[in-house]
């Protein structure tokens, strides 16, 4: 097993596979509904000006999510 | 055309908005998806543009409702405000999931979007756990098309159990067999049987538990075992609906308060 990185640490431009789910509750569940389940390809798309928040591609969409979220997905990079 | 909050402040009155669900001659179609899936587009071609605006009760958000004749049946359609989901507990999901359950149409058409059918699925088997009176449109099919994407509706409709119909509502194509398959699904010429979800092990030892109490809590109105799985989700806002829509609490709220400390320790094991 590779090691695990939160997804916030990931680089433009490459791509991880969703290992685990951090947060609890509705976040949780809002990521869920987003398509964030293990095995999901990610691929981080592209960072605001200020860092925050970023762009990632899921499942044939591109979401924004916050530090505070990305920082509670684990994924592998790919 | 969409709605916005301002449109709609014109007209509020009552909780379910001059909709009679008493009248037997009416029949209640809920049209529910995700944004952008045209689901506008599919009311304002079901019902000719005769819609009005709608606004539910101590809500600012938006649906509306227009009505349509087909073989002599009058047909009341809901627009429902567009979701993913129908449990993550923002207003809009709130009003969606509270006209689905505690109304209870005649039918719910479920409208996603051909492009992108893996994130729309998602809502389709959220309210197929709900009720069984489901349809799917899979509409936008031209862009699917264009894309080079094959939908096989036959496959899903086996898999799914329920009616899915193909639409392309821009340009008014499916829309007939959409009315037509309603038409069935209202009459009971059409059972559709939703496939099942079947969760892991855990999860399904406490539904087994505790369903039967929830059939005897609730009754027919609202699916138990769906009720079930929002104790074990912790869901607290599904059930101040519940309190707000029925009169048989005391013993529900026991039972969640004990269910709510479940869920949370469990939650971390449901996935991963």
């Known amino acids: 097993m590779e090691h695990e990185l939160h997804l916030c640490d990931l680089p433009v431009?490459?791509?991880?596979?969703?290992?685990?789910?951090?947060?609890i509750g509705l976040p949780?569940?809002?990521?869920?509904?987003?398509?964030?389940?293990?095995?999901?390809?990610?691929?981080?798309?592209?960072?605001?000006?200020?860092?925050?928040?970023?762009?990632?591609?899921?499942?044939?969409?591109?979401?924004?999510?916050?530090?505070?979220e990305s920082q509670q997905i684990l994924i592998k990079p790919l | 055309m969409k709605l916005t909050h301002r449109s709609s402040e014109k007209k509020v009155n009552g909780r379910?908005?001059?909709?009679?669900f008493s009248d037997p001659n009416i029949k209640i179609i809920a049209l529910a998806g995700n944004p952008n899936t045209g689901k506008s587009t599919v009311f304002n071609s079901l019902t000719?543009?005769?819609?009005?605006?709608?606004?539910?009760?101590?809500?600012?958000?938006?649906?509306?409702?227009?009505?349509?004749?087909?073989?002599?049946?009058?047909?009341?359609?809901?627009?429902?405000p567009g979701t993913y989901s129908l449990l993550a507990n923002s207003?809009?999901?709130?009003?969606?999931?509270?006209?689905?359950?505690?109304?209870?149409?005649?039918?719910?058409?479920?409208?996603?979007?051909?492009?992108?059918?893996?994130?729309?699925?998602?809502?389709?088997?959220?309210?197929?756990?709900?009720?069984?009176?489901?349809?799917?449109?899979?509409?936008l099919l031209d862009e699917a098309q264009r894309k080079g994407y094959f939908i096989d509706l036959n496959s899903l409709n086996i898999q799914l159990g329920v009616p899915v119909v193909g639409t392309i509502a821009r340009e008014g194509k499916g829309l007939e067999h959409l009315k037509d398959i309603t038409y069935q699904v209202v009459n009971?010429?059409?059972?559709?049987?939703?496939?099942?979800?079947i969760y892991s092990s855990d999860i399904e030892r406490t539904l087994e538990k505790i369903t039967p109490q929830?059939?005897?809590?609730?009754?027919?109105?609202?699916?138990?075992?769906?009720?079930?799985?929002?104790?074990?989700?912790?869901?607290?806002?599904?059930?101040?609906?519940?309190?707000?829509?029925?009169?048989?609490f005391p013993e529900l709220k026991k039972e969640s308060e004990v269910l709510k400390h479940y869920g949370e320790t469990k939650q971390s094991n449901i996935l991963g």
Request: contains cysteine.
């Open chain 2, 188 to 197: 009971n010429l059409i059972t559709p049987k939703p496939a099942k979800l």
């Open chain 1, 28 to 68: 949780r569940r809002r990521m869920l509904d987003l398509g964030l389940i293990p095995g999901t390809k990610i691929e981080c798309v592209r960072r605001s000006p200020l860092g925050d928040p970023t762009a990632f591609h899921i499942r044939g969409a591109i979401i924004a999510l916050r530090y505070e």
């Open chain 2, 48 to 80: 000719g543009l005769n819609q009005h605006t709608g606004n539910w009760a101590g809500k600012t958000v938006t649906h509306a409702k227009g009505s349509f004749y087909y073989r002599n049946q009058h047909y009341v359609l809901v627009d429902l």
């Open chain 2, 214 to 248: 929830l059939e005897k809590l609730l009754g027919e109105r609202i699916n138990a075992r769906w009720v079930g799985l929002r104790l074990i989700d912790g869901d607290q806002s599904l059930l101040n609906a519940i309190y707000e829509h029925i009169d048989t």
């Open chain 2, 91 to 139: 207003v809009e999901e709130q009003v969606a999931r509270d006209f689905i359950c505690f109304n209870q149409p005649h039918a719910t058409i479920v409208v996603l979007d051909a492009t992108c059918l893996e994130r729309n699925l998602n809502l389709a088997l959220q309210i197929m756990e709900i009720t069984p009176h489901v349809i799917i449109c899979i509409n």
């Open chain 1, 13 to 23: 431009g490459s791509i991880g596979k969703v290992t685990r789910l951090l947060a």
């Open chain 2, 16 to 20: 379910n908005n001059n909709i009679d």
